[in-house]
């Protein structure tokens, strides 16, 4: 079965940080360009960071610019964020997503790979 599975959401208080994970089983996520996408309440998805296939250049949304950082570990079949001084408007599920194609880091770019997503809560 082809699949990714986030993991490494919880509950942080403002200034704390955590560390995301998008594990991809049946597949190899080293020939794709990865995604990690911010679901907040109430709000459309949106991008926040990825990493392309061809050369491994990342992106990152200017909401998170500077304190986040994203990574691929090839032997592990995974991709991490690190996300530092977090606060409440980071807030929200996050979603990792695989795609061959993708031009940019928007959810419509990544049509195909998706996880469930790991949900993110940063209060005090």
């Known amino acids: 079965q082809l699949q990714l599975v986030e993991s490494g959401g919880g509950l942080v208080q403002p200034g704390g940080s955590l560390r995301l994970s998008c594990a991809a089983s049946?597949?190899?996520?080293?020939?794709?360009?990865i995604g990690w996408f911010q679901q907040a309440p109430g709000k459309e998805r949106e991008g926040v960071s990825c990493?392309?296939?061809?050369?491994?250049?990342?992106l990152y949304a200017d909401s998170v610019k500077g304190r986040s950082t994203i990574a691929r570990d090839n032997a592990k079949n995974t991709v991490y964020l690190q996300m530092n001084s977090l606060n409440p408007k980071d807030t929200g599920v996050y979603f990792c997503a695989a795609d061959w194609a993708a031009r940019d880091c928007s959810p419509l770019a990544f049509a195909g790979y998706w996880g469930q997503g790991t949900q993110v809560a940063v209060s005090s």
């Open positions: 049946g597949f190899t996520l080293e020939p794709y360009t």
């Open positions: 990493i392309t296939r061809a050369d491994g250049s990342t």
